[in-house]
Every structure is written in C-alpha cells, then in structure tokens.
C-alpha cells in the first residue's frame, strides 16, 4: 500500500470539477434541445430553441441565470465521483499492467481505459440521471438533490437509477 499514488485520484476528480462549472450551461442547453419535441411528455412537446445559442439566451431571459445552473449539484457531485475513480483507477491500472510507462503499450492504455470508464459510469450513474431530469425540468426540483435521490428510487426502484429520462 505504500505504493499508491493518490494524487491522480485527487487532481482528477479538481479538474473534472471544475470543468464542469464551467462548461455546464453549454451542456444544459444540449439536453434541452434533446428533450424538446418528446410527444410522451407534454412538457417538452413544444419545440422551443433553435439552436444552442438560442437556447442558451431564451433560457437565461426566460428563467434567469440561476436556470442555466440547473442540475449543477448532481453534476458535480458525478464529476467529483466519475473523474475522481475514472482517472485515478486508470493511473493503478497501467502500474497494475506495467511497472514503467515506457514499457506502456497501446493495447494496455486501451484496457485500462475500457476498464477505469465501466467501472466509472457504473457508479455514478445515478447522479448523472438526476442531472438530466433536473435540467430537462428547467427549475430547481422540490426537495433538493438527495430528495430527489428518494423519490427516483421511491417511484422506480433501483433501477430507476440507472436510466436516463
């Protein structure tokens, strides 16, 4: 144990942090306009945005800059979590495989890639569900992050947590 290198886990999970501040109005945007047009629910049947600039200044004048920060808590509670595991267990991984990195391969970053990415998504795919259904409503959800948390698993079970809208 002496051996383990905590610093990719750390800086891995600040940087995907911090990414996500940054780039999650452009990422809200994108899931409204995906959810836009869905004839199974009356609230986004309406073709509302144009495109991503539109969406982006029809949000922030419709809803206020608060809006296009909707789902923020999720995702960087998926960030902290996803980047964190994805990069750090990567990094074990290829000393797992090898002992130097000049005796890396591309097949082995491959397999540690694959492996670190399931192992991430797995786990924090619950947060990134609640992230979508909170940007795709377009307002804070009642009840907070962990009371939504309840009420997916509440209404659909385990499971519930695992998909997307």
Not at 115 to 132: E, F, H, M, R, W
């Amino acid at each position: 144990m002496s051996n383990f290198n905590w610093k990719p886990f750390v800086y891995g999970g600040l940087a995907s942090v911090t990414a996500e501040c940054g780039t999650f109005p452009i990422d809200l945007t994108k899931t409204r306009l995906q959810v836009q047009g869905q004839v199974s629910d009356a609230q986004h049947k309406e073709i509302r945005y144009r495109g991503m600039f539109h969406a982006l200044v029809r949000i922030y004048k419709e809803e206020g800059l608060k809006a296009l920060y909707s789902g923020i808590a999720p995702a960087v509670l998926r960030q902290a979590s996803y980047g964190t595991i994805k990069i750090g267990t990567y990094q074990s991984f290829k000393r797992l495989f090898v002992d130097s990195p000049e005796e890396e391969s591309l097949l082995v970053n491959i397999l540690c890639g694959v492996l670190s990415g399931v192992i991430s998504s797995s786990i924090a795919n619950p947060t990134d569900v609640l992230k979508i259904r909170m940007q795709a409503q377009g307002c804070v959800m009642p009840g907070g992050m962990i009371g939504n948390f309840i009420n997916i698993y509440q209404q659909e079970g385990a499971r519930g947590l695992w998909k997307r809208l």
